[in-house]
């Protein structure tokens, strides 16, 4: 049929223009819909009315097994299905009965055929409805949610349709308040919803700049919520947009007596690079629902690419899901299959569903691409020259093996395998032909049987591919599931652009703490149960998401407060000397590791006749408003029960100062000081590596915001190292990654470069309040 032709058809229907033009670019639909209405055509004899129309759209865009069009177009044609409901009833019958024959007296109790609603019955349950709600009604007048009315009317007539019901709600509360006012214009005021309750009933806690941190359901808790949402194990076929064949039933049978009925997910990184914040994200979905509803999780390597690959990675990969707290049922890789993909290759041409291409790589780019010339060559001739592929006999680019099916964004034939002269990490030189993405993903997952295949939203449009691969070959098909990325302001997560920080000499390596890739999260002092609790409280959201990074610095704070015990450092010290020390030897300090919670002991310190203190808790000439150590304004220090009061200032010949003198008293001898500071004796010397954005705008890569592209948006300040700081002994016998608040100064993890003597640390995050103002 000429487009001009199917154009008329389509606005016959009662399609605007637009609309019908816009359905003409979808071909599987505007196939869909020309049969149906040339059916109906046929069946009423007559031109198709608008009610009848707008159904056979609906059922032409939601109907995925088209052996059902003809079937439920002639319920439409003949009038037995009239109404949206009935649709929406009849497309669920028989997208949850896949099975031939359908029972139609079943079928048409279920979809309310021959069920007739007459105006007298839609006035009756609006009345009632209203009445249930009149004096609510009578005080709210227009600001009332009238959705309520037509939901519970709805609920008493499941079959009337929708439009009879808003006409009739619209008509009684008309009679009943009369026409609007003025006052009924004003927004309805907003009422404050009670915040949802973590289960582990933590009190709240406050956001950085005084933001309340919404508590939130914990992971568990919202992944066992997201189960009632999903598709039952052995139940695919509820799904919607799940496409069955004849063979489903059976094979959803096999798989439930292999898997016993278990929720299996898979989490299948490249190791190409390494792991990103966005990767936590789905680390704690498929780990997470996993683990809410008792099932199992497999951590499968994707190693379909071996000129990318490095062994470096595959470990790095590991360790973070297991620093996350997850443990994988099986770690596998798509190599294991690598026979088994090639044996289902041959089958798929065999079927006639595959063919051999010698189109460039150029040709095949894009969602316009030329048609291959070669794709009905004979089936013997495709598998001659797949074997000539396999056994190395065209250079790379010359010649792949394409599938047969237009995706979802109208990409044509993806390609199932590529030659590729690099020997494989695990295989070595078996193999010169690897296969795609599109091929391997979702047939791995039927191998290992997985339930809910578990895929960031961009994966979408390869849903179709998915289901007519597993389909095309008759093997268990499993239900992809897309939920929305992670993503934070102020960062670069890609691959290629990290790979030219590290070259450009911005960063140092992949592990750089200044980057959110997992391991430079984990170096600069992240615990992996703050990154799971920001992962929680982003929650399991359709729609991607960008957050700010000071949410995520919130919940390491949130945890670190109460994991991180406390010691004293100075970064810029100055020497500070008690003239009237009360000893003649240094006083041992007993220094609480958690100031708040005494129980969970104490630390001791020497307190000797020489300090340091930070250079910043001394001014000779204060402005108003300072309460540390000034001329005629003492301070105590922190844990010692002493306060000191300034008696000299020893300067260089610069005039710069270079030490005080104080003297010393009991802090319960006289007045309370205005200020406590924090102070080291004795200390030892160490290295801090201060830490801030890596770039100075939101969107680093966004060429609106940042013209001259991401690496021109560098933040000078993003690291500054202060190398002679000043650290109380407390800390001399830690490890790399052991965690403290230096008090007054922010969190603090000791990085592998420590060495002995040399103590490296860096800052995690800041605390809340601005030091300088304590």
Not at 111 to 119: A, H, L, R
Not at 121 to 127: D, L, R
């Amino acid at each position: 049929m000429a487009a001009t032709d199917s154009l008329a058809l389509f606005t016959g229907l009662g399609l605007s223009e637009p609309k019908a033009r816009e359905t003409l670019k979808n071909a599987a639909l505007s196939t869909q819909l020309r049969e149906a209405a040339t059916q109906a055509q046929q069946t009423l004899g007559s031109p198709i009315d608008k009610a009848t129309g707008t159904l056979l759209y609906g059922l032409a865009s939601r109907l995925r097994d088209t052996r059902r069009l003809s079937f439920l177009v002639s319920y439409i044609a003949s009038k037995k299905i009239h109404t949206e409901p009935q649709l929406s009833a009849a497309l669920e019958y028989v997208r949850s009965h896949p099975l031939d024959p359908i029972d139609t007296v079943d079928f048409e109790q279920e979809c309310g055929v021959g069920v007739m609603v007459t105006p007298e019955q839609i006035e009756e349950a609006v009345e009632a409805t209203i009445s249930r709600h009149r004096s609510q009604l009578l005080m709210e007048r227009y600001r009332f949610n009238m959705g309520l009315l037509m939901g519970e009317a709805r609920a008493m007539l499941k079959w009337a349709d929708g439009k009879m019901i808003k006409h009739e709600v619209d008509m009684q509360v008309l009679h009943l308040l009369g026409p609007k006012v003025e006052a009924d214009l004003q927004k309805k005021p907003k009422v404050s919803k009670p915040r949802l309750e973590e289960t582990d009933k933590t009190p709240s806690k406050n956001m950085e700049n005084g933001e309340p941190a919404c508590q939130t359901l914990s992971l568990m808790e919202q992944l066992r919520g997201e189960a009632l949402k999903f598709h039952k194990p052995g139940e695919n076929y509820k799904t919607p947009g799940y496409v069955t064949t004849p063979h489903t039933m059976d094979l959803l049978k096999q798989h439930l007596e292999i898997t016993g009925g278990q929720v299996r997910t898979r989490f299948p990184p490249e190791p190409n690079g390494i792991l990103h914040i966005g990767h936590a994200k789905a680390i704690n979905f498929n780990f997470g629902y996993a683990k809410a509803n008792s099932g199992i999780c497999f951590l499968r390597f994707d190693d379909t690419n071996p000129e990318k690959e490095e062994a470096k990675f595959f470990t790095a990969i590991n360790d973070m899901v297991t620093w996350l707290g997850y443990t994988p049922y099986k770690v596998t890789y798509a190599s294991d299959y690598f026979d088994q993909l090639y044996a289902w290759a041959v089958e798929l041409i065999h079927r006639g569903q595959a063919y051999v291409c010698h189109q460039r790589g150029e040709e095949l780019k894009g969602h316009h691409s030329v048609p291959s010339p070669w794709r009905d060559r004979p089936v013997e001739e495709s598998l001659l020259l797949f074997e000539s592929m396999r056994k190395g006999k065209f250079a790379e680019g010359e010649a792949t093996l394409r599938m047969k099916l237009v995706m979802e964004d109208g990409k044509m034939d993806p390609v199932a395998y590529r030659v590729k002269y690099t020997p494989h990490h695990r295989t070595g030189d078996k193999w010169c032909i690897y296969p795609t993405y599109d091929y391997t993903h979702c047939l791995c997952d039927s191998i290992e049987h997985i339930t809910h295949s578990l895929c960031t939203k961009e994966f979408q449009s390869r849903r179709s591919s998915y289901f007519w691969l597993c389909n095309a070959l008759d093997v268990y098909c499993p239900v992809q599931w897309e939920y929305g990325r992670l993503n934070l302001h102020y960062a670069v997560v890609s691959k290629r652009k990290i790979l030219q920080l590290v070259a450009a000499g911005a960063v140092r390596d992949w592990d750089d703490p200044r980057l959110f890739t997992l391991t430079a999260l984990k170096r600069r002092g992240f615990p992996p149960e703050a990154i799971n609790n920001f992962c929680a409280r982003v929650g399991v959201t359709v729609a991607q998401t960008i957050m700010e990074p000071h949410l995520l610095e919130a919940c390491v704070r949130d945890v670190l407060n109460d994991t991180a015990p406390r010691a004293m450092a100075v970064l810029e010290p100055l020497r500070v000397v008690i003239t009237n020390f009360p000893s003649a030897k240094p006083l041992d300090v007993q220094v609480p590791n958690f100031p708040a919670d005494e129980t969970k002991g104490f630390h001791q310190v020497p307190f000797a006749s020489v300090v340091f203190i930070e250079k910043m808790d001394f001014k000779e000439e204060p402005e108003p408003g300072y309460k540390r150590l000034a001329w005629g304004q003492p301070v105590g220090l922190r844990h010692t029960g002493y306060i000191i009061e300034l008696q000299h200032v020893v300067k260089g010949p610069s005039g710069c100062v270079e030490s005080l003198e104080v003297t010393c008293r009991r802090a319960d001898a006289g007045e309370k000081p205005k200020a406590f500071i924090h102070w080291v004796s004795q200390p030892l010397t160490c290295e801090i590596r201060l830490y801030e954005r890596l770039f100075q705008h939101k969107n680093p890569e966004d060429p609106a915001e940042v013209p001259g592209g991401f690496l021109s948006d560098l933040n000078p300040e993003s690291l500054r190292v202060v190398e002679a700081a000043l650290v109380d002994c407390s800390v001399a016998l830690a490890k790399p990654f052991d965690k403290f608040q230096f008090e007054r100064l922010g969190y603090f993890s000791m990085d592998p470069d420590s060495c002995q003597g040399q103590l490296v640390f860096n800052r995690t995050v800041t605390l809340k309040e601005d030091p300088g103002k304590l």
